[in-house]
């Protein structure tokens, strides 16, 4: 088992940044990759970005491209969301997520542990 908890989100004005840090515990060493996903009010749960748990590689979504940085600390089994120039449309629930199998995948129902979500809203 791997548990997750995120911590770091709050209310930002737009143009500002926040960022987000995911701290796994208990089986680590299983992990291949996090995600990062984001679920705003009425809206399905979206991908916001991978990290490889390993190599370090990244992907990202387009829509938060060149403003979203993951990073991880695997001395402290912790990954970073880095989010800069934040706009309104970036308030949402963010989670992150342990898949077990693959090191940068997309998809939110691959991934098989999820952390309690931290609120990020973004004032115009």
């Known amino acids: 088992q791997v548990q997750l908890g995120e911590s770091g989100g709050g209310l930002v004005q737009a143009g500002g940044s926040l960022r987000l840090s995911c701290a796994a515990s208990g089986r680590t060493f299983t992990i291949y990759g996090m995600g990062w996903f984001r679920q705003a009010p009425g809206k399905e749960r979206e991908f916001v970005g991978a990290?490889?748990?390993?190599?370090?590689?990244?992907y990202y979504a387009d829509s938060v491209k060149g403003r979203f940085t993951i990073s991880r600390d695997n001395a402290k089994n912790t990954v970073y969301l880095q989010m800069n120039n934040l706009k309104p449309e970036d308030t949402a629930v963010y989670y992150c997520?342990?898949?077990?199998?693959?090191?940068?995948?997309?998809?939110?129902?691959?991934?098989?542990?999820w952390g309690q979500g931290t609120q990020v809203t973004v004032s115009s």
């Open positions: 990290i490889s748990w390993f190599g370090g590689n990244t």
């Open positions: 997520a342990a898949d077990l199998t693959r090191p940068l995948a997309h998809d939110a129902y691959g991934y098989d542990y």
